[in-house]
């Protein structure tokens, strides 16, 4: 399977309603590696690296997100693999 790595910004009724909680949740059960993190716009940053067919997965939930989100628009940038994670965190500004 190929690698790949998926750069996103995830914008509507995303903060406070566990939106990084459970994307840090669906992201390990996928076996990814990378971060998410609240951004002062008021969206949701994801960085994800991993096999390009569970990435697609990764990004098929998030236009969706957890129960009590709305999601608006998902910004989608795909790229190489670059493996600088190890693990899947929630990142704080």
């Given at each position: 399977?190929?690698?790949?790595?998926?750069?996103?910004?995830?914008?509507?009724?995303?903060?406070?309603?566990?939106?990084?909680?459970?994307?840090?949740e669906?992201?390990?059960?996928?076996?990814?590696?990378?971060?998410?993190?609240?951004?002062?716009?008021?969206?949701?940053?994801?960085?994800?690296?991993?096999?390009?067919?569970?990435?697609?997965?990764?990004?098929?939930?998030?236009?969706?997100?957890?129960?009590?989100?709305?999601?608006?628009n998902?910004?989608?940038?795909?790229?190489?693999?670059?493996?600088?994670?190890?693990?899947f965190?929630?990142e704080?500004?």
């Amino acid at each position: 399977m190929s690698k790949g790595r998926v750069h996103l910004k995830i914008h509507g009724k995303v903060q406070g309603v566990f939106f990084r909680a459970t994307a840090k949740e669906k992201a390990e059960e996928l076996g990814l590696v990378g971060w998410v993190k609240n951004n002062p716009e008021g969206a949701v940053e994801i960085i994800a690296e991993g096999d390009r067919e569970d990435l697609e997965s990764y990004v098929t939930w998030c236009n969706s997100g957890p129960r009590n989100s709305r999601v608006d628009n998902v910004s989608v940038k795909w790229g190489n693999c670059e493996e600088e994670f190890e693990e899947f965190k929630i990142e704080y500004i």
